[in-house]
Every structure is written in structure tokens, then in C-alpha cells.
């Protein structure tokens, strides 16, 4: 595991230096204004350089399996997998049919990587035989509550593999050996039986039902609540 973290007032300090200059070099060849397009490329390449070089999370699970914080190289995987199973993940997933081009998870990845630089939230991507193929996630990171509520989804074609509950097991010992939380929370409709399964699997108890707790792409679902202490 490489963990690596960085007060957060030096990290977007600095990637506000770096779109400064972007637009200082615009400005100087000649050019007015970057266009949208332009600006935002620029605003990603200063991420990437900054938090492969500063802010790094890496867990290998095993040999052919790690969870890696998500990067805006990832954004084109993430919309090919969408595109091909898009009635599947929007069956417990409330994004995906919004989920159109890559601006919409370049967007995502921003904010992930803004709220894990402030300790919010955590996001990964599983990597599974060198191809991205899902997340993980700690939605949230409550601190002064020591606990995290967790997320995942899969390609459909890959169920059954384990991938989820492996990596889930190392995201759990990671909120508690690394960031001394007492507790790990999962919510999941009460109709989604996989996702429920793997929570059960893993020793998580169910605390009760919340009715009524989701507009699921136009049905409202309830949500089962699991948890597991540490």
C-alpha cells in the first residue's frame, strides 16, 4: 500500500499556480481567452501531475486486482462501460443514465480528487487484470463519528469473481488499521440482493430499513442499512 497525504491549503495553492500559468502562456503566444475545452484540459494535466506526485493511494489486493484513486485517464473507460451495460448499472445506481460523455466523469474525478485531498472521501478504481472495471468508494469519511459509508459497482460480466468482497475487505481494514475509524456503514435498496449478499458475507449486520429513501431513476426504493464495528 502507498498512502501519501498533503495539507490541502499547499495542494490547491499550487494547482492554482499551475492554471495561472496555463492561462499566462495562453496570453502570451497571442491568445485572449482558452476557450472551455482548453481550460479544463489544462486544469486536469496540473491534477494529474500534482497528485501522482504528491497524493498517492494505491492498494494491491492481489496479484491481478488494486484499488487506485481515480484519475481523469480513467474517465474514457468509465464512459465505455457505462455506454455498454447502462440499463444494468441503472438498475441500482441513479447516475448512469445521466452518465453521456466523458465531461461527466472528468467532472466526477475532479471533486473525488478535491474531496480526498480534504479527507471527505476516498474513490478507487478497481483495477482487474490491468483494465478498469468499476469503484470503490468511502462516500464519506466522517472523522469526528470514526465512521465511513461505503460504495461499489461492477462491470456486469465480471459478477461473481470475488472482486467486490476482496476489495472491500481491504478498504475495511484500511478504515480501521489506517484512519482509526470504529465503524463501516453500507446502504443498499432492499431488492438488491448481490450487493446485500456481499455485506452479509463479510460479517456486516443489518441495523434496519430506512422506507422510502431513494428516487431510483423513478422508483422510490427503501434502503437496507448494514454495518459492521470495529
Known amino acids: 500500500m ?25 496570453s502570451s503566444n497571442g491568445v485572449d481567452h482558452l476557450s472551455v475545452a482548453d481550460h479544463r484540459e489544462g486544469e486536469f494535466i496540473s491534477f ?30 468509465y464512459l465505455e462501460i457505462v455506454s455498454n451495460q447502462r440499463d444494468y448499472l441503472s ?9 453521456e460523455n466523458e465531461e461527466f466523469f472528468l467532472s466526477f474525478i475532479k471533486k473525488s480528487l478535491h474531496d480526498y485531498a480534504d479527507g471527505k472521501s476516498l474513490v478507487c478504481a478497481m483495477i482487474y487484470q490491468n483494465e478498469v472495471v468499476g469503484n470503490i468508494s468511502f462516500n464519506t469519511i466522517n472523522h469526528d463519528l470514526q465512521k465511513v459509508e461505503i460504495g461499489y459497482w461492477l462491470r456486469r460480466d465480471l459478477q461473481g469473481k470475488g472482486i467486490v468482497s476482496k476489495s472491500l475487505k481491504k478498504l475495511i481494514d484500511y478504515a480501521f488499521t489506517e484512519l482509526n475509524m470504529q465503524k463501516v456503514q453500507i446502504s443498499a435498496a432492499v431488492d438488491n440482493h448481490a450487493s446485500r449478499s456481499v455485506c452479509e458475507r463479510l460479517g456486516f449486520k443489518l441495523e434496519g ?19 459492521l464495528s470495529r
Open 48 to 77: 494529474v501531475r500534482f497528485f501522482k506526485r504528491k497524493i498517492m493511494f494505491t492498494v494491491d489486493v492481489e496479484e491481478s486486482l488494486k484499488l487506485v484513486l481515480v484519475e481523469p485517464k480513467f474517465a474514457s473507460k
Open 209 to 227: 430499513v430506512i422506507t422510502r429513501a431513494e428516487n431510483l431513476n423513478g422508483r422510490v426504493v427503501d434502503h437496507a442499512v448494514y454495518g
Open 91 to 99: 438498475e441500482w445506481l441513479v447516475w448512469p443514465p445521466h452518465a
Open 2 to 26: 502507498l498512502v501519501n497525504r498533503m495539507n490541502t491549503e499547499v495542494i490547491f495553492s499550487e494547482i492554482d499556480t499551475a492554471v495561472r500559468q496555463i492561462r499566462h502562456g495562453a
